[in-house]
């Protein structure tokens, strides 16, 4: 049985859609994606941002999460993540005001510096300056959003002038940010510096489970700094994962649709990112930071994730894919809300405890009924059934 009770899960949907699909029909099934997460339990979705490149098609995280919101419940829906160098700093506050308001507390911002370069480059941005645009943007909305005074700052790329903030958030304390951290440590140095979340999005790339405690040790040093504490409830692990009915299956399933989304999009779209290998599934599954098998084998990998954390983390999410078909990826998560999910919440002990106890206990509990029964019949002025009358009880069992 799992240790890791409250766990949380959810997905990372950033999302991946190989190109020639219809992108009207590739945006909708994210949204009935996030529904059925939302009917399987699933705790969190974050939705990306990005503008080139064919594959993640989806531009602004805020309009999905509104729509999104009309179609669940439960589960919480942030932005996976907003590219603050892209943004003025007092609108993206102001967007996930307005959104806390509208979703009643199920938004949450997810920050980073922009993942594709072709992304930055459009829009006159250096590579090299995203990171440090990125935490100029952060320490701006923080003070914004802590709605304590108003807010003057100048920067070469954006100005605050007496700013505040239109509306204050819904969530009492405000709502969940979190930084994401990917190849570089400047993820979680962002996420000590001003004392918020944690996006491993590196713990699925192949040897980045191994960097997890080295990282947020790092981030905790640099909260400390800055007088903040890291929260590791408020760390989010991101991992590939697939789930079938047996190892064999899964991977029957993923290794083809891997391997078009490898070739086709990280090497001959991105020039192959730092960190992506030949072969990542392989090295991946390796390395425990790719998951894909039984429900045993997947909560056997997520345990040994955890590992890696020494001290565990909040939420592990899957990295939305299409590696398996539309049928089997549905399949997966259903799987994995129930074998897996429930190990590590804390929601089976009580039914198996009590099963345990029954199984233990029959002869005595349930081996006084056939006298019930026999008893039953003879009031009634019936037949006892053969199968009644021959049944004798043990003391620890019935034997016919």
Same mark, same amino acid.
């Given at each position: 049985?799992?240790?890791?009770? /409250? ?44 503008? %080139? ?25 942030? &932005?996976? !993540? $907003?590219? +603050? ?21 199920? @938004? ?9 370069? %072709? ?21 701006? =909305? ?17 100005? +605050? ?11 009492? /304390?405000?709502?969940? =940010?979190?930084?994401? %951290?990917?190849?570089?440590? @400047? ?19 192949? /040897? ?18 800055? /007088? ?38 990280? &090497? ?8 992506? &290998? ?61 074998? !897996? ?8 002990? $009580? ?13 005595? =509990? ?35």
């Amino acid at each position: 049985m799992a240790t890791h009770e /409250g766990l949380r899960f959810g997905i990372f949907l950033a999302p991946f859609h190989r190109v020639g699909d219809n992108p009207t029909l590739a945006i909708g099934r994210d949204l009935e994606l996030v529904q059925w997460l939302d009917q399987l339990g699933y705790d969190e979705a974050w939705i990306g941002e990005h503008h %080139s490149a064919g594959w993640e098609i989806i531009a602004s995280p805020e309009i999905f999460i509104g729509a999104a919101a009309e179609r669940t419940r439960h589960i919480m829906l942030g &932005s996976g !993540v $907003t590219s +603050l160098p892209y943004h003025h700093p007092l609108l993206v506050a102001q967007r996930f005001v307005q959104l806390d308001h509208m979703t009643r507390g199920r @938004a949450m911002l997810g920050c980073g510096p922009g993942a594709l370069v %072709s992304d930055a480059y459009m829009m006159g941005i250096e590579a090299e300056r995203q990171r440090e645009m990125m935490d100029e943007s952060l320490g701006a =909305i923080m003070a914004l959003l802590a709605c304590r005074e108003p807010v003057t700052m100048k920067t070469d790329w954006f100005e +605050l002038r007496d700013a505040r903030l239109h509306l204050k958030p819904y969530t009492r /304390g405000g709502f969940p =940010i979190a930084v994401a %951290s990917a190849t570089t440590p @400047a993820g979680v140095l962002a996420a000590g510096k001003h004392g918020v979340g944690l996006l491993s999005l590196g713990a699925g790339l192949p /040897g980045g489970s191994a960097k997890l405690a080295d990282y947020w040790k790092l981030g905790e040093a640099e909260a400390a700094k800055y /007088g903040n504490t890291l929260n590791r409830d408020d760390w989010r692990l991101v991992v590939n994962m697939h789930c079938a009915e047996t190892d064999e299956l899964a991977m029957e399933e993923v290794r083809r649709g891997e391997r078009v989304e490898t070739l086709s999009y990280f &090497s001959e779209t991105l020039g192959r990112p730092p960190m992506r &290998s030949e072969n990542p599934l392989a090295e991946g599954l390796a390395a425990g930071s790719t998951l894909v098998g039984s429900p045993e084998t997947i909560a056997a990998g997520i345990e040994r994730l955890l590992g890696f954390t020494s001290g565990g983390a909040g939420a592990v999410l899957f990295r939305s894919h299409e590696w398996a078909n539309r049928e089997q990826t549905l399949r997966s998560y259903e799987l994995f809300a129930r074998w !897996v999910m429930p190990r590590f919440q804390g929601s089976i002990e $009580t039914t198996i405890g009590s099963r345990e106890w029954c199984s233990e206990n029959r002869g005595g =509990i349930f081996g006084p009924a056939t006298g019930a029964f026999r008893k039953a019949f003879i009031d009634a002025g019936q037949e006892v059934p053969e199968h009644i009358r021959n049944r004798v009880h043990t003391g620890t069992s019935e034997v016919s």
